[in-house]
């Protein structure tokens, strides 16, 4: 309870500092909410001409738009520094944090917190409107919700600890922004659509190498579409614990293994 009190602590400290600068943060989360308003609506007209893509309506895909919404918003809010850690490791910031009496992780996360505004309006905006017309139609009932909340936190320790996993490898590479494009901003774009309107290695790819299918789609086939069975969602949160406490212990063997630029 010490670290979360402190991480609380220092996650306000950072949160005052930037709302020094009020005009910035509201015109940032207006572009950002702006940018990715258009992009669903660009696609959604596309899925909504042809009725539909691989069998997933315009509902259907919004949602799963939305649930990414919520996973990319709170990932960056948790441990927005995780992912540009590159430039900690390049230009010896790192030394900074290990001089402090705390997890260095701990201070990480808490460096430059902010919240997600832009995507966390667009997500609620576009779970309301496509939950309320899919039960309006009789396809889910209130269990969705509950069900959705549980899919955002499995969704966003997923993604947290993908890019937990990437940062430790830059302890040897120390380049590793190329790497968190794929990991991290691609893989989250594909995750964003049915899975299934995708070839099949790029499928299992999402679903192995780089696990974002689970963040979704997996629960969505469920939750919306009543597949697989209710047992895919403690499963997914279970996967979701799983895969933090091994970044979790890699991140400790790789932090271990730092070697300072000396600059």
Known sequence: MSWIRIYIQLAGASLRS????KFNFLLSSFLVLLVFGLEFVTVSTVIYKFGGI???SVYETGYMFAVMMFTRAFYRMLAGEVNGFEKYLVQGMLDQLLLRPMPVLLVLC?????PMAGELVLGATLAGI???HLMASGQVTLWAVPFTLAAIMSGTL???SIGLTVATVGFWTHRIDDLQRI???AATTASQYPLSIYPQWMRIVLLTVIPMGFTSYIPSLYIIRGELGMWIIPATMTLAVVLLLGAL???KHGIAHYQSTGT
């Open 110 to 114: 808490t460096r430059n917190f902010r």
């Open 249 to 251: 212990r890699f991140w």
């Open 18 to 21: 930037q709302m020094q600068h």
């Open 183 to 185: 990991t991290d901003n």
């Open 54 to 56: 691989k069998g997933w």
């Open 130 to 132: 496509c939950l309320n």
């Open 158 to 160: 997923i993604t947290l």
